[in-house]
T-cell receptor
Framework: DAGVTQSPTHLIKTRGQHVTLRCSPI?????VSWYQQVLGQGPQFIFQ???????GRGNFPDRFSARQFPNYSSELNVNALLLGDSALYLC?????????????FGEGSWLTVV | AQTVTQSQPEMSVQEAETVTLSCTYD???????LFWYKQPPSRQMILVIR??????QNATENRFSVNFQKAAKSFSLKISDSQLGDAAMYFC????????????FGTGTRLKVLA
């Protein structure tokens, strides 16, 4: 079975622009989470979605938004990009919503804001 | 708020030797889960091992084992018979058994394996 897939793998954007990152979970997984990993740090939680509803949100500004589709894939949107948004954005999926369910990560989308 | 601390930014080990990576955490909850993830240069986070806080027995996965000390809030990872492919960043992570489902990660330990 395919793992978590993310696209694009790398992208460069200019300050003030908007970006959309995409994620397809492992087949059979209904929960998707997004994490931001700045260079030299551990991943920071952004969102969790389950059954198309937002179930958790980290300490990120309203410029960050996400959604989950009926096929359980997800998009992360970031508006008005800042230099500080440059990071690896990781998507993770799990079978169910509960915290007893281990999350499995994709390879991430490298975002560089110039 | 829960926190996860990894105090070793970098560790080195000779191939075939054993190394232990440290992790401490802070929480007021009694039920939670702890994880070690490996992040090689490819950047994909790979699950190494998982521990349920309600289980006293330490988790093991082949060459990887943990020393879970709940009272001390310590969760170390032991890698036996280290291999060149073990070289990576290792992250300790915590998630509550109730409420939010976010994972809280430490800052990571870079493991170098010397041939």
């Amino acid at each position: 079975d395919a793992g978590v897939t993310q696209s694009p793998t790398h992208l460069i954007k200019t300050r003030g622009q908007h970006v959309t990152l995409r994620c397809s979970p492992i087949s059979g997984h209904k929960s998707v989470s997004w994490y931001q990993q700045v260079l030299g740090q551990g991943p920071q939680f952004i969102f969790q979605y389950y059954e198309k509803e937002e179930r958790g949100r980290g300490n990120f500004p309203d410029r960050f938004s996400a959604r989950q589709f009926p096929n359980y894939s997800s998009e992360l949107n970031v508006n008005a990009l800042l230099l500080g948004d440059s990071a690896l954005y990781l998507c993770a999926s799990s079978r169910q919503q509960g915290s007893g369910n281990t999350i499995y990560f994709g390879e991430g989308s490298w975002l560089t804001v110039v | 708020a829960q926190t996860v601390t990894q105090s070793q930014p970098e560790m080195s080990v000779q191939e075939a030797e054993t190394v232990t990576l440290s992790c401490t955490y802070d929480t007021s909850e009694s039920d939670y889960y702890l994880f070690w993830y490996k992040q090689p240069p490819s950047r994909q986070m790979i699950l190494v091992i998982r521990q349920e806080a309600y289980k006293q027995q330490n988790a093991t996965e082949n060459r990887f084992s943990v020393n879970f000390q709940k009272a001390a809030k310590s969760f170390s990872l032991k890698i036996s018979d280290s291999q060149l492919g073990d070289a990576a960043m290792y992250f300790c992570a915590y998630t509550s058994a109730s409420g939010t489902y976010k994972y809280i990660f430490g800052t990571g330990t870079r493991l170098k394996v010397l041939a």
